[in-house]
């Protein structure tokens, strides 16, 4: 079913607001996407996977029923599967199946979700992050040629946070050399996992490991549930979709139980612990968290993920403003542009700059977890708890700062951010996901809390502490920063604020212990202090990087991006310490007056961006069949657009629905 759509001419508002750009468009989306060479390349891969139409739905997947929309879906998976593996791993390399050009693409194919990225994204990382090289010899080339399809069932029905709480086991049996995976309680089921219900044919398992009468807590194994000819589930797996959800319609979410099902014992993945022939337990020789290796990779790739989500909101909701005009402000004058208040802009600017603060933020993220994996592939794992802590905050904060501003693009667009159509609420809801899932936000925050305090009392003690704490060896004995409204300044303000509040949250466990409690009721109810200190260290982690990256990546940049790029910068750095004022008031010397300033300074900012604010969602360079929205298309036909997709609704169809005939007219006659 391919859609013809209409060419038509620019929308004349959006053809000014682009004249008034006074920057060079193509080098800022060379920055986002990495280098020229990038750009290029994800232009060409763009043009194979989009140019031939084969990403367009007739009917709208929101008009289509439960199971319309799961068969489209897979029905679409299967043709850009086929073009990744025949045309797109050609061009990117076999080793960058994650490219995120392959994921941007996926969102042209997939308005809402493909029940196959699963698989590409977390069954393929946990082979090649899990296996041996056997192991791998075996799976891997058969999931990344889509012979088998896998799903990754970690979550079950009573836990999802606590995994070592999991209750699916995996008991060896030495006289067959097989484990035997079993779901004991209702609670064990697995639940949740993506492509898991209807599509997948095999998927990774989390189970409690039981050999020689002892359990080793939990390990990943890879099953087999169905038939590879008749998808059929095999004897012993009961399994299915878990029913409609807020998001995610089209990924068939499963459930999946165990009734002492068999698999062979080199299907437990055992690139960090085994189990001998025996039933001999041989534990990881680097550290007991590598099997959850998997989750710290999707955190990571997160980051980068809201940035392209972000984006996509920002891009519709800036095309929108330019266009939609609301409210005479004089009497008898045009109605003014809404993208020209002030409140607007100051709703929308954030959204731009926060996209390009999580892009920089998770490049420098990705290059900090490549160079981390190869020492522990060294067998040093000294920078893992780090790793751990920075990427559970950045995936925390980034999903939950992402979700917020894209609800503000809701926001922004009216009544009309509330149609379908608009994309807005599909990138909502699937945004809205991301808080929850790879680890909850305050759990993840909790998480690296842990991480803080050890190292609040190393630098209190006078030792050198990581680089990504090391602002507390400078500011772990001191009161309050004195305020200084640069960039320099305002950084140094957020380290501050984060210092102080890691600072206070030891002391307060410290006499919640002095005053009787043991240490878990103390951290426990030191919990909201906690989650609000990791997330003040980690707003110093990304107003940092942010500012070095993009230093280091304007540094050969013409003089208006350098002015535009820093320009943003500046407004991510003001928005941040306004909304924080509090914070400042508390750990820097910041006066009203100080804040008064900075808030002045804000609005002019608004201002000066306000000219290059079409332009610079335009360099994000997102093609209409990406954005899928009625708002926010590159032509800025917005009011065609809605009505035409106001047609594709099945109400639409007939005249006269016959539900007057059978309910309403009855009810006017009094015959009901
Ligand atoms: C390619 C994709 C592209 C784009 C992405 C787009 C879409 C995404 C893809 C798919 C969509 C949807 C899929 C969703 C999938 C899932 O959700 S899978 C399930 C994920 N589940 C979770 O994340 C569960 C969260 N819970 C946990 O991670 C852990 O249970 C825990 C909260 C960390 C606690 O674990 P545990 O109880 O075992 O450990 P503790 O006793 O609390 O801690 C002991 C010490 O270990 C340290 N630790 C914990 N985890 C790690 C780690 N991963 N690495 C290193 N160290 C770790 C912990 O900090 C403690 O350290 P200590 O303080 O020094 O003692
Ligand atoms: C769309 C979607 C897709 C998913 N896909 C998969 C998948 O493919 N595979 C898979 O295995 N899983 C998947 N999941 C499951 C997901 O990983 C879990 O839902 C997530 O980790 C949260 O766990 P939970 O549901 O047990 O929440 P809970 O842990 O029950 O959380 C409920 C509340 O309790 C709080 N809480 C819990 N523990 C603590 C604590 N220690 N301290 C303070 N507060 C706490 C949380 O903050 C939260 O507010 C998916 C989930 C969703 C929504």
């Known amino acids: 079913m391919k859609a013809n759509r209409p060419k038509r001419d620019v929308h004349p ?18 920055i986002i996407d990495g280098g020229k060479d990038k750009t290029l390349e994800r232009k060409k891969i763009e043009d194979i996977a989009l140019n031939n139409g084969a990403c367009l739905d007739e009917i709208p997947d929101e008009c289509l029923s439960i199971k319309e929309r799961y068969e489209n879906a897979i029905r679409k998976s299967c043709i850009y599967s086929n073009i990744v593996r025949n045309e797109m791993l050609e061009i990117t390399g076999m080793e960058n199946f994650e490219s995120p050009v392959l994921r941007r693409t996926a969102d042209a ?20 992050g899990q296996s041996t090289p056997e192991q791998m010899a075996e799976w891997l080339p058969k999931a990344l040629d889509m012979k088998i399809i896998g799903a990754y069932a970690q979550t079950e029905l009573g836990h999802g946070t606590f995994i070592r709480g999991l209750e699916t086991t995996a008991t060896y049996d030495p006289d067959k050399e097989e484990f035997v995976l079993h779901s004991p309680t209702i609670t064990s089921y697995k639940w949740w996992a993506g492509g898991l219900g209807k599509t997948a044919n095999h998927c990774v398992v989390m189970a409690q490991l039981y050999t020689q009468g002892e359990c080793h807590g939990t390990h990943l194994f890879i099953v087999q549930i169905r038939d590879l000819d008749t998808h059929m589930p095999l004897p012993g797996i009961k399994v299915g979709e878990i029913g409609p959800r807020m998001g995610f319609s089209s990924a068939d ?14 299907n437990m993945l055992m690139k960090h612990a085994k189990v001998e022939k025996d039933g001999c337990y041989v534990k990881s020789a680097k550290h007991g968290k590598l099997t959850y290796g998997t989750m710290v990779f999707i955190r990571v790739t997160l980051v980068s993920e809201m940035s392209f989500n972000l984006s996509k909101a920002a891009t519709i909701a800036i095309r929108y403003s330019a266009v939609r ?65 920075l990427s559970s905050c950045l995936k925390a904060v980034s999903t939950s700062d992402a979700l917020s501003h894209i609800e503000q693009c809701r926001f922004a667009c009216g009544g009309h951010g509330y149609m379908l159509s608009s994309n807005l609420p599909f990138i909502y809801s699937f945004v809205a996901a991301t808080r929850t899932y790879e680890g909850d936000y305050t759990v993840l925050l909790l998480q690296t809390a842990r991480f803080l305090v050890k190292a609040w009392e190393q630098a209190e003690s006078g030792n050198n502490v990581t680089p990504t704490v090391a602002y507390l060896n400078r500011t772990a004995n001191t009161k309050r920063v004195v305020w200084d409204n640069t960039h320099e300044g305002i ?18 466990i410290r006499d919640r212990i002095k005053s009787g409690m043991d240490y878990e009721d103390a951290w426990l109810m030191t919990t909201v202090q906690l989650v ?109 657009r809605l009505m035409e997709e106001a047609q594709k609704s099945p109400l639409n169809a007939e005249p006269v629905n016959p539900s007057f005939h059978k309910y309403i007219k009855p009810l006017m006659q009094g015959k009901l």
């Open 13 to 30: 508002d959006l053809a000014r607001e682009r004249l008034k750009c006074n920057f060079n468009i193509e080098e800022v989306t060379n």
């Open 491 to 508: 950084i140094q303000s957020f380290q501050a604020i984060a210092a102080g509040k890691i600072g206070q949250c030891v002391r307060s």
């Open 253 to 266: 979410n499963g459930f999946l139980g165990f009734n002492s099902f068999r698999i062979p014992r080199q």
């Open 109 to 128: 194919f997939f308005k809402d979700i493909s029940p196959f990225m699963l698989h590409l994204g977390m069954f393929v990382p946990t082979l090649i």
């Open 325 to 389: 005009r609301q409210t005479e402000l004089r009497p008898n004058e045009p109605e003014p542009q809404i993208l020209d208040y002030p409140t607007q802009q100051h709703k929308l600017f954030i959204c731009i700059a926060t996209a390009h603060a999580f892009q920089l933020t998770s490049k420098w993220l990705w290059d900090t977890f490549q160079a981390v994996m190869a020492d522990v592939r060294k067998g040093n794992v000294d920078a893992l708890p780090e790793l751990h802590a």
């Open 532 to 640: 609000a200190a990791a997330e003040a260290h980690c707003r110093a982690v990304l107003v940092n990087t942010y500012w070095n990256e993009m230093i280091r990546l304007t540094k050969s940049s013409s003089a208006n991006v350098k002015t535009v790029m820093h320009q943003l910068a500046v407004l991510y750095l003001m928005y941040w310490a306004l909304e924080k004022t509090g914070d400042l008031l508390k750990y820097s010397s910041v006066s009203k007056q100080d804040l008064d300033d900075l808030q002045r300074r804000y609005e002019e900012l608004l201002a000066a961006l306000r000219p290059n604010a079409v332009s610079l969602v335009d360099a994000f360079d997102l093609r209409d069949e990406i954005l899928h929205s009625s708002l926010g298309s590159y032509d800025g036909c917005v009011y065609e």
